[in-house]
C-alpha cells in the first residue's frame, strides 16, 4: 500500500494533532503500527512525509505529505461523488457519504 484512506487519516490527524502518537491511538492503533506505515510510504516515494516539530515535541507535515493529503482528499471527494451519484441511481436505499475526515458534505 503506498497510500489510501488510512494513511490520509493519520496524516491529518497528525497534522491537527501535532503527534503521531496521538494520532495513532485515535484511530485504535499502536505508535509502531502508525510509524511503519509512514515509513513504507515514505520508503516508496523516496521523501520524507513528517518531519520534527520545530521549536516543540512532536511532528509536522512535509510539503509533500501536506500536498499529497490534499490531493488525495479531492480526489477522494470526486470519486465519491460518482459513486453515490451512480449507487443513488441503482440502489433501492438511501446512500449517503463516507463521513471520514477527509469526507465534504455532499451536495444535494
Same mark, same amino acid.
Given at each position: 500500500m503506498l497510500f489510501g484512506l488510512g494513511r490520509a487519516q493519520l496524516l491529518e490527524l497528525v497534522e491537527r494533532l501535532g503527534s503521531l502518537n496521538q494520532?495513532?491511538?485515535?484511530? #485504535?492503533?499502536?505508535?509502531r503500527a502508525a510509524w511503519g506505515r509512514i515509513k513504507r510510504t515514505e520508503e516508496a516515494l523516496g521523501e520524507p512525509l513528517l518531519a520534527k516539530a520545530s521549536g516543540r515535541k512532536g511532528y509536522e507535515l512535509t510539503p509533500l505529505a501536506a500536498s499529497l493529503l490534499k490531493d488525495f482528499a479531492l480526489w477522494h471527494h470526486e470519486v465519491e461523488e460518482f459513486a453515490l451519484a451512480r449507487a443513488k441511481a441503482r440502489l433501492p436505499w438511501d446512500v449517503?457519504?463516507?463521513? #471520514?475526515?477527509q469526507a465534504e458534505p455532499a451536495q444535494e
Amino acid at each position: 500500500m503506498l497510500f489510501g484512506l488510512g494513511r490520509a487519516q493519520l496524516l491529518e490527524l497528525v497534522e491537527r494533532l501535532g503527534s503521531l502518537n496521538q494520532a495513532a491511538k485515535a484511530l #485504535g492503533m499502536s505508535y509502531r503500527a502508525a510509524w511503519g506505515r509512514i515509513k513504507r510510504t515514505e520508503e516508496a516515494l523516496g521523501e520524507p512525509l513528517l518531519a520534527k516539530a520545530s521549536g516543540r515535541k512532536g511532528y509536522e507535515l512535509t510539503p509533500l505529505a501536506a500536498s499529497l493529503l490534499k490531493d488525495f482528499a479531492l480526489w477522494h471527494h470526486e470519486v465519491e461523488e460518482f459513486a453515490l451519484a451512480r449507487a443513488k441511481a441503482r440502489l433501492p436505499w438511501d446512500v449517503r457519504p463516507f463521513a #471520514g475526515p477527509q469526507a465534504e458534505p455532499a451536495q444535494e
